[in-house]
């Protein structure tokens, strides 16, 4: 054969194969970051910048307060599922606490905590927002702390569900900070398996 008809089927080969291994691996990174920090919403009624960063597990970045809100909360973090797909049936997921770090150097802010229960709805079928539902009001006021554990034994039991969406919430913490500045570094919602 001759060298003009062969190099463009072995480069259209090579560019074929280049271009499956790459999309391949750049799946595979994106499900392994979606495992760790699933893409639900958050929202920052301050316009602080930084509100993921709460949610990256790097202790040494920050979401700093600036302001106050006009609404009833300063912010939300829609964090996890209730249940998990295990190819059959979804099974509940058991919670025990919900972990908040302060920023190095800094003490955790007084603040509110409505914990909610939010509708995993279908999205494709429903044009609407979730409902919430407040599953515990909890209140924090202790000074000098930099750790702190919310247990989560208010939580409903949760049950095995046969079809999604049915019974099944994302786990939402929505904050209020009572001063007009703070700064927090991580909250993590802490799982028994």
């Known amino acids: 054969m001759r060298p003009v008809i062969v190099f463009p089927i072995l480069f259209a080969i090579g560019s074929v194969l280049y271009g ?18 699933p893409p639900f919403r958050i929202e920052d009624a301050t316009a602080s910048i930084g509100l993921s960063l709460l949610l990256d597990k790097n202790p040494s970045t920050v ?11 300063d912010f939300f973090l829609e964090m996890q599922l209730s249940h998990v797909w295990d190819g059959l049936v979804f099974q509940p ?16 802010p007084a603040f509110t ?30 000074k000098g702390q930099k750790q702190i554990s919310i247990p989560l ?14 019974n099944i919430f994302i786990l939402t913490p929505e904050f209020k900070l009572e001063q007009e500045t703070g700064c927090l570094s991580e909250v993590t919602l802490e799982e028994t398996l």
């Open 113 to 142: 905590l409505r914990f909610l229960l939010r509708e995993s709805i279908n999205v494709d079928k429903e044009l609407r927002m979730p409902k919430d539902v407040i599953s515990f009001v909890h209140t924090f006021k202790e």
């Open 20 to 37: 499956n291994y790459f999309l391949f691996s750049g799946t595979n990174e994106k499900i392994e970051r979606y495992k760790n920090n």
């Open 153 to 166: 034994n208010k939580l409903p039991k949760f049950q095995i569900e046969k079809s999604y969406p049915n």
């Open 63 to 73: 979401w700093r307060k600036i302001r106050n809100s006009q609404g009833e909360f």
């Open 93 to 108: 997921r058991k919670f025990s606490s919900l972990e908040i770090k302060a920023c190095p150097g800094e003490s955790i």
